[in-house]
């Protein structure tokens, strides 16, 4: 059991043992008033009880809903079974040995499969990808997760250059923020060490820096969490941004950060065109594997 789902689990269990006090205590009530006159005052308390004990309980099936779509993710075992299989020696077959030797040429060349994909980009769909482009970034350090992508609203099977300092979930939406990023301008950067985790130069050629947090980060070094941002708000002013992966904390981190702008997944692309007004006029999505977009200018002199 990961962090995350011993996190999900704590949530669940302080919200049942909510459900819990509010049920006992209501009950309590009803058993001391039982004997008196039921009242206007008494209708009401057991009113606001009901809708405090649906709204837990809605709470409850809220956090299953979000630790399901926003982090689930696991190994893709059937292909590493495949793969197994390929690594295995293929056993001789016996044959009775002819009468008079045949001399044959011994196979030198090796097939070539032609995979054609670059191992340094951070991010792949499986959607793209053939069973012998999957096997091959499994062996070039990539994990298998299924995520919602920035602008969907479904779950991907998707491929991740995973690290040994940032979760899967972490990584995944810095590097699907940073091909968001690619369709505007190529002057950005990813970062793995005490800088934000994206900056890139926006159209009024400012620098921008993006933070990306799983909430978790408060929860154990608390001081240390609070001086990074000190500095960075510091170093980039109005230009410093938080962008969560889970929704749930967006309360905590603006009550904590009064002064820096919380984003979620979905409010990325109004956050891009507010950094690029201008080129934001000129793309449109993109269509064709591996593209990044396409300037609306040259879409339409080819219509001519």
């Known amino acids: 059991m990961d962090e995350y789902e011993k996190e999900m689990w704590l949530k669940i269990a302080l919200h049942i043992a909510l459900i819990s006090i509010v049920f006992i205590f209501s009950n309590q009530t009803y058993q001391l008033v039982k004997p008196l006159k039921f009242t206007l005052d008494y209708k009401i308390f057991g009113i606001a009880t009901i809708i405090i ?24 075992k059937k292909l590493l079974e495949e793969l197994e299989e390929l690594k295995k020696p293929k056993k001789p077959i016996e044959q009775f040995k002819p009468k008079q030797e045949v001399q044959i040429k011994p196979i030198t060349e090796l097939i070539d499969v032609n995979i054609n994909l670059d191992v340094d980009k951070g991010l792949y769909y499986g959607k793209n990808l053939n069973i012998e482009e999957k096997i091959y970034l499994m062996n070039h350090q990539y994990q298998k997760g ?10 991907e099977e998707c491929y991740i250059k995973a690290n040994t300092i940032e979760s899967l979930p972490h ?28 900056i890139f130069r926006n159209e009024r050629n400012e620098t921008v820096a993006i933070e990306v947090e799983t909430g978790t980060g408060f929860q154990k070094h608390k001081f240390e969490f609070e001086q990074k941002f000190y500095e960075a708000k510091i170093r980039y002013k109005k230009n410093l941004y938080i962008v969560l992966t889970d929704r749930l904390y967006k309360q905590k981190y603006t009550q904590m950060f009064k002064n820096i702008k919380i984003l979620l997944r979905q409010d990325i692309p109004a956050f891009l065109s507010t950094q690029f007004p201008q080129r934001d006029k000129e793309y449109i999505p993109a269509d064709k594997k591996h593209a990044t977009g396409r300037k609306k200018a040259e879409n339409n002199r080819n219509r001519l």
Not at 53 to 76: P, R
Not at 172 to 198: A, C, G, H, W
């Open 53 to 76: 004990l649906l709204y837990y309980i809605y709470k409850v099936f809220q956090i299953i809903y979000d630790y399901s779509a926003g982090n689930a993710w696991k190994l893709n």
């Open 146 to 155: 299924t995520f919602v992508p920035i602008g969907k609203i479904r779950q």
């Open 171 to 198: 990584t995944f939406l810095v590097e699907n923020i940073k091909q968001e990023i690619l369709k505007y301008t190529t002057q950005v950067r990813i970062n793995l060490s005490r800088d934000p985790d994206i």
